[in-house]
């Protein structure tokens, strides 16, 4: 149910207006890499879930927040936007951010080139994901046939004409 309501949501965002700020920060992980990011509390932080927005190729951080969807989730969620360094880190990122950030069972937007990070973090740490939404993603180089047992909310989301993204998808 939390799924459909956060796809929902998704898809109101991009039409919603907003006009808020929000500050750039960092996160400086052990290889000394440094992943930016935004954040945005919910009014209910202390008790909102967490999403945790990725993005692929050919977008950032910043797509979320010129689409407004960063500021509609916020009013519901707490929300992480990463920009990950794709060439400068390994597939293991996603559970090292989620541990250094202290953030407990998000939910997981992952289009395109993220699914190497998010897919690894599934099939290798799964206890620390509540749900995924899946757009086309990229399917990193390991054996995925532990998704197939996962008792993760999911939902895999695809244009009808991304041939690869339907391969992938399914």
Same mark, same amino acid.
């Given at each position: 149910m939390f799924v459909v309501a956060a796809i929902c949501i998704l898809l109101i965002a991009?039409? !919603? *207006?907003? @006009?808020?700020? $929000? &500050?750039?920060k960092e996160l400086i992980l052990d290889s000394g890499v440094i992943i930016k990011y935004y954040y945005r509390a919910s009014p209910f932080a !202390? !008790?909102?879930? &967490? *999403?945790?927005l990725l993005h692929g190729a050919k977008y950032n951080k910043e797509t979320w927040v010129k689409t407004n969807t960063i500021f509609a989730l916020a009013? @519901? +969620?707490? +929300?992480?936007a990463l920009d990950i360094p794709n060439k400068k880190v390994d597939d293991s990122v996603l559970r090292y951010i989620i541990e250094k950030l202290r953030v407990v069972k998000p939910v997981i *937007?992952?289009?395109s080139l993220s699914g190497k990070?998010? $897919?690894y973090l599934l099939t290798h740490y799964p206890?620390? +994901?509540s749900a995924y939404i899946a757009v086309a993603p990229v399917i990193p180089p390991i054996d995925i046939a532990p998704l197939e047992s996962l008792d993760i909310k999911s939902l895999f989301i695809y244009g009808d004409k991304d041939i690869e993204g339907i391969k992938r998808s399914r």
């Open positions: 991009s039409f !919603s *207006v907003c @006009h808020s700020t $929000i &500050t750039e !202390s !008790s909102a879930k &967490t *999403v945790i009013k @519901h +969620v707490n +929300v992480y *937007v992952s289009p990070y998010s $897919i206890d620390l +994901v």
